[in-house]
């Protein structure tokens, strides 16, 4: 068999789990894995598994899983959700997203490494496959799964209320990567109003972050039924971060170069401004050697996610930190302003105007030309600079 492999997310990867399941579904023939998510590819990194999982595409699980259905024989998607509960509703919001679930074999196996893990056949033809790949991992095996995501998702037309599901009360509760709410019950829903955030119920509703959320005035809208939407954290602590220095991962990588080189360098340096889209760092940190993070969360998780590809940033902060990264990672020559309360977005979009000219990239003689300038633009509302 030709087998597609869909990966989801850190904490399976973290576990030993992906790798354990990889081998053992090598037994059925030929593997091709793929990791969809940003802090899942970061985990990749860490495990040194880029070269077993493809961490290049930026593609949604249910894209995945529709680009293997074209070449391959059968389909996995591996995941460890929160709680069952949330594996089983992340699991029917990809397959409800398919064009026809039937196409080929689709098999789930979720929480693995769990007591209440799991491998679910989606159609009927991936019974007798489900049943072999559960014994071989000793896990329960489900029957055929159906799509019910309107358990979950109340459509009235204009108006749309999701429920979040698996949440505890204290936990920050982000959509597309991005904290928006801090619950105050395990009863929260998301209400959406033709395309915007109108309430969150069971929760603190965090309003600066619904305004990244729909891009401040350019005031954006989302499909809240198909967003991400997670509460607590992250990611779990059970891993050692990694510097890639490698280009087999197909990002271009800054480590090339001293950090010192590029402060003082007379040529020519890409940066990039990255604002409210750090879990797409990545992408665009692409061929960059420099990264401008605007935000206390986003610098974190920038700062975490470009420290693997050795690429050193300069923050812009304020002091507004929600608290719910990981362990924090800034790569060795970066620089993290703080700026007076409330000054972070300002600056932000400043910078982005006056130096990058308005794009999300530009080219700059030296990191030092480069901040330089945002001192200059910033002076009146610095407070201190942290040097890493």
């Not at 070269?51 to 391959?72: G, N």
Request: glycine residues 10%.
């Amino acid at each position: 068999m030709d087998i597609g492999i869909v990966i989801h997310g850190p904490d399976i990867v973290d576990s030993g789990m992906a790798l354990k399941i990889i081998k053992v579904l090598g037994r059925f023939g030929k593997i091709s894995a793929r990791m969809a998510g940003t802090t899942g590819k970061i985990a990749v990194l860490d495990a040194h598994l880029e070269e077993l999982i493809d961490i290049k595409a930026s593609l949604r699980p249910s894209e995945c899983i529709e680009e293997f259905f074209m070449t391959k024989d059968a389909v996995f998607l591996l995941n460890h959700g929160k709680t069952l509960d949330n594996g089983r509703f992340f699991a029917s919001l990809v397959v409800a997203n398919l064009k026809n679930k039937d196409i080929k074999p689709l098999i789930q196996i979720e929480r693995p490494s769990s007591e209440d893990g799991e491998v679910v056949p989606w159609n009927r033809s991936s019974t007798t496959l489900a049943a072999e790949t559960a014994r071989l991992l000793e896990l329960e095996l489900s029957d055929v799964a159906e799509i019910f995501t309107t358990i979950r998702i109340e459509d009235h037309g204009h108006r749309i209320v999701r429920k979040v599901f698996g949440v505890h009360p204290g936990e920050h509760i982000l959509i597309n990567g991005i904290v928006v709410a801090y619950a105050l019950s395990g009863d929260v829903s998301i209400i959406a109003e033709n395309g915007f955030i109108k309430d969150i119920t069971g929760a603190e509703v965090k309003m600066h972050g619904l305004e990244k959320l729909h891009n401040y005035e350019k005031m954006d809208t989302i499909d809240i039924t198909r967003s991400w939407v997670k509460s607590g954290p992250l990611r779990g602590n059970n891993f050692s971060a990694r510097v890639h220095r490698e280009s087999d991962t197909g990002y271009p990588i800054a480590g090339n170069a001293p950090v010192h080189e590029l402060m003082s360098s007379a040529g020519s340096i890409r940066a990039v401004i990255i604002d409210h889209e750090a879990e797409r760092s990545f992408e665009l940190a692409a061929g960059a050697q420099l990264a401008v993070t605007v935000g206390d969360d986003t610098t974190e998780i920038a700062g975490d996610i470009l420290y693997r590809l050795g690429i050193p940033i300069i923050g812009i902060t304020d002091g507004d930190i929600d608290g719910f990264a990981h362990r924090k990672h800034i790569f060795p020559g970066s620089i993290v302003l703080r700026l007076r309360s409330g000054y972070d977005d300002i600056a932000g979009k400043r910078i982005k105007a006056e130096i990058f000219g308005g794009d999300g990239a530009g080219y700059f003689a030296s990191v030092t030309e480069l901040h330089n300038r945002i001192i200059f633009l910033t002076k009146d509302c610095i407070k201190f600079e942290t040097n890493y």
